[in-house]
Every structure is written in C-alpha cells, then in structure tokens.
C-alpha cells in the first residue's frame, strides 16, 4: 500500500508540476504574441509612412523624370537646328565672307585710285571756285560807274587791274593834278596882277 500511495503521490507532483509549467509556457507565449503584435503593428506603421515616402519620392522621380525627357527633348531639338544651321548657314556664312574680302580687296586696290580721282576733283572744283570768284569780281568792276572805278584805282589798293595800269594812272592822275594845280595859281596869280594893275590905272584916272 504504501508504495501505492507514494506512486499516487508522485503522480499527482508531477502533473501539478507539469501544469503549472504549462501555465508558464501560455503566459510566455502571451507576453510574446504580444510583443510580436505591437512590433508588427509599428512595422505596419513604418510600412505605411513609408511606402507615402516611396509614393512622394515617386511623383517627385516621375516629375524630374519627364523634367529631363522635356528637356533632353529640347537639347534634342536645339541640337537638331544648331546642325541644321551649322549645314544651311555656315557654308552661306563663309560664301558671305570670302565675298566681303573679295570686295575688300577689291576696294583696297581700287582706293589709291578714288583718292587721287577726289583730288582732282577737289582741285577742279577749287580752280572753278576761284574762277568764279574772279569772274564776280570783274562783272563788278565792270558795273562799276566810270568815275568809282578811277577812284578805286587811285586811291585804293583793291582795284582788280594789274599794277602797271595802277602805276600808269597814278602818275597821269599826279601829272594833271600838278598841271590842274600849276593853272589854277597863273589864273589866281594873272587875276591878281590884273586887279593890282586896274586898282593902279583907276587911281590914274581919278588923279
């Protein structure tokens, strides 16, 4: 009996033991779950703010995507034209130039000539000038009445006739002055005597 019993007894020890260890275990297990949940809700939490990142970060990369393609396509076409340009006006470009030097040296050569053909020109055209300036004057000097014309001769140094004349005139304008001069002084001296003379034949005659 006594055997009996202590097997009962041992027994019953061990399935209390293995209950209350079973107990032990669920509580882990509990505590574990737990954790497990509240760490695969902020792993949700995570997940969620950061697939809104992903999406954000999206967007942005579609619109700095299609950014550059509008852009790529537009160095595209700015290089397309700029080759364009480079075949269509770079050749009309040099045509254009070696026609300007072609010119320039054209005029380069055919300068020395012009200026001395504008030389000429000038001093045509001064030669005319001073023609037509003597020209005036002796027209002038012709309407010129007879007596201004002696007068400028005599007496003025801007006459338009040639030294000689002036010479010529001067000394037959002081020929007859002196002659006019020594006239005048017989008739003045003749008019004296005379009237001395009659002053004397009328005191005769009253004597």
Not at 65 to 82: F, H, P, V, W, Y
Not at 107 to 123: C, D, G, Y
Not at 153 to 168: A, C, E, G, N, Y
Request: proline letters at 2%.
């Amino acid at each position: 009996m006594i055997p009996t019993t202590l097997q009962a007894q041992s027994s019953q020890g061990s399935a209390s033991e293995g209950t209350s260890s079973s107990r032990i275990t669920t509580s882990k297990l509990e505590v574990t779950l737990r954790k497990m949940t509240s760490r695969a809700a902020d792993y949700g939490y995570k997940m969620q703010s950061l697939e809104g990142q992903l999406a954000e970060c999206l967007g942005n990369f579609r619109a700095i995507d299609s950014m550059l393609q509008e852009t790529l396509i537009g160095l595209q076409d700015n290089g397309n034209r700029a080759e364009r340009a480079l075949n269509t006006q770079a050749p009309f470009i040099t045509k254009q130039l070696d026609e300007s030097s072609e010119i320039l040296a054209k005029l380069s050569r055919s300068l020395p000539k012009i200026q001395m053909e504008v030389s000429n020109i000038r001093a045509l055209y001064d030669s005319g000038r001073q023609k037509a300036r003597s020209l005036v004057a002796d027209l002038t000097w012709l309407n010129t009445e007879f007596y201004e014309r002696w007068r400028a001769i005599i007496f003025t140094s801007s006459s338009p006739v040639s030294l000689r004349w002036k010479v010529i005139i001067r000394v037959l304008f002081t020929i007859s002055f002196v002659i006019c001069c020594w006239l005048a002084w017989i008739a003045l001296l003749g008019g004296y005597r005379a009237y001395r003379h009659k002053l004397v034949w009328g005191e005769r005659l009253i004597s």
